[in-house]
C-alpha cells in the first residue's frame, strides 16, 4: 500500500503547481489594513534560518517596481507597483508584490525528505497538502507556520521591512491552500486508478492547472464578482494561528468534491488532456457553463478572504503593529 501511494506522488507531482494571481489576492487583501499606506524603510537581510531554499532563485533585496514575481498570464498593468520613494514602501506594496514569490523556484529541485527522493518535485511538497481518505502528506501548513514565526522574530527584533516579507510568504502558502486541489489530488479510487493508468494522470494534473489558472482568470479577465467578494469579506478570528490555515484547508476540501465533479463534467475527459486556454474559459464562461463552478470558487475565496483577514489583524495586532 505504501509502495503504491509513493508511486501515485511520484506520477501526479510531476506537474508543478501553484494556485495563481496571489498579487491580485493580496493586493486586494491587504486594502482594508488600518495600517496599509504606513511607509516602511527597506532594509537588508540578516537571517539564519531552518529551511533550505534553491539559492538560484531566492531573492534576499528588494525588487520593488520591477514586478519580478507577478503572474504571466496576468495583464503586467495590475496591481500597481510603485518604485521605492526614499527607501521606503508602503505596507500594501510589500505585501502584494512579495506573495507570489515562493511560485518562483526558491522551494524547487531541493532535496527535503525521503519521500522527495521518489516525488521529484519539491515545490509541491511545501505548497500543499493533500489529506485523501487515510492519506495525509505534504506541508503547506508548515509553510505558513514557519513564515508566520520567521515574520513575528523579524518584527520583535524591530525589522519591519522583514516582517512584512516573511508575512507575505506566509500569504503564499495559506491563499495555495484556497486552491482545491492543494489539498487532494482526485478522489482515492481515481488516485489507484492513476497509479496504473497514464491518461487518469494527465486529467487530474491538468484538473489541477485548469483551477490554478481559473483564479488568474476570475482576477483578471471575468466580471467584478471576485475582486467584490475579496473586497466585501468580513475577518473572522480564531485561538491559534494554526487555525487559521486549518479553517482554510478544510473548508476548501469540503468543497473539493463538487468543485472537482463540475471540471470533469465541463470539460470532459478529453478537454482536460491539455492545459485550458484562458480564451477558452472566456468562452465558457460567456456560455454560462461555469455557474457553478464560478459560485463554489468564489465561496472559498470569500470564506478564504475572511480568514486571512482576521489572521492579518490579529497578527499585526500581536506584534504591535497596528492597535
Ligand atoms: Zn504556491
Known amino acids: 500500500m505504501k509502495k503504491i501511494t509513493l508511486i501515485i506522488f511520484v506520477l501526479i507531482s510531476v506537474f508543478s503547481f501553484a494556485w495563481s494571481g496571489h498579487e491580485a489576492f493580496t493586493y486586494y487583501l491587504v486594502q482594508d489594513l488600518v495600517n496599509k499606506d504606513s511607509l516602511i524603510k527597506i532594509t537588508d537581510y540578516t537571517y539564519e534560518e531552518d529551511r533550505i531554499y ?53 522551494d524547487e529541485g531541493l532535496n527535503l525528505s525521503p519521500l522527495q527522493g521518489l516525488i521529484g518535485n519539491s515545490q509541491g511538497v511545501r505548497h500543499m497538502k493533500y489529506r485523501v481518505g487515510l492519506l495525509v502528506a505534504f506541508e503547506g501548513d508548515k509553510s505558513f507556520m514557519y513564515f508566520v514565526n520567521m515574520s513575528k522574530k523579524a518584527f520583535e527584533s524591530g525589522d519591519r521591512y522583514w516582517g512584512y516579507r516573511f508575512l507575505a510568504r506566509a500569504l503564499h502558502y495559506i491563499e495555495d491552500l484556497s486552491q482545491p486541489y492543494h489539498n487532494a489530488p482526485g478522489t482515492f479510487g481515481e488516485l489507484v486508478w492513476a497509479a496504473m493508468n497514464e491518461k487518469m494522470r494527465t486529467i487530474l494534473g491538468y484538473a489541477h492547472y485548469f483551477m490554478d489558472d481559473y483564479l488568474v482568470y476570475l482576477l483578471y479577465y471575468s466580471d467584478n464578482s471576485t475582486r467584490e467578494a475579496i473586497l466585501g469579506a468580513k475577518p473572522v478570528y480564531f485561538k491559534t494561528y494554526y487555525d487559521y490555515v486549518k479553517n482554510v484547508m478544510n473548508y476548501t476540501l469540503s468543497k473539493f468534491s463538487i468543485i ?13 488532456m491539455q492545459r485550458v486556454s484562458i480564451d477558452e474559459m472566456k468562452k465558457k464562461d460567456e456560455n454560462g457553463e461555469f455557474y457553478l463552478l464560478k459560485s463554489e470558487t468564489l465561496s472559498i475565496i470569500s470564506y478564504a478572504s475572511s480568514v486571512i483577514k482576521g489572521f492579518l489583524n490579529q497578527f499585526l495586532r500581536e506584534v504591535g503593529e497596528i492597535n
Do not use: C
Not at 80 to 93: A, E, G, K, S, T
Open 260 to 272: 472537482h465533479n463540475e471540471i470533469k463534467r465541463i470539460f470532459g475527459e478529453d478537454g482536460l
Open 54 to 106: 534553491n539559492e538560484e532563485y531566492l531573492v534576499l533585496e528588494d525588487v520593488a517596481g520591477q514586478r519580478e514575481f507577478f503572474e504571466p498570464l496576468g495583464d503586467g498593468k495590475f496591481p500597481p507597483d510603485p518604485p521605492p520613494m526614499d527607501n521606503n514602501l508602503p505596507v500594501w506594496q510589500i505585501l502584494t508584490i512579495y506573495s507570489p514569490e515562493p511560485d518562483n523556484g526558491m
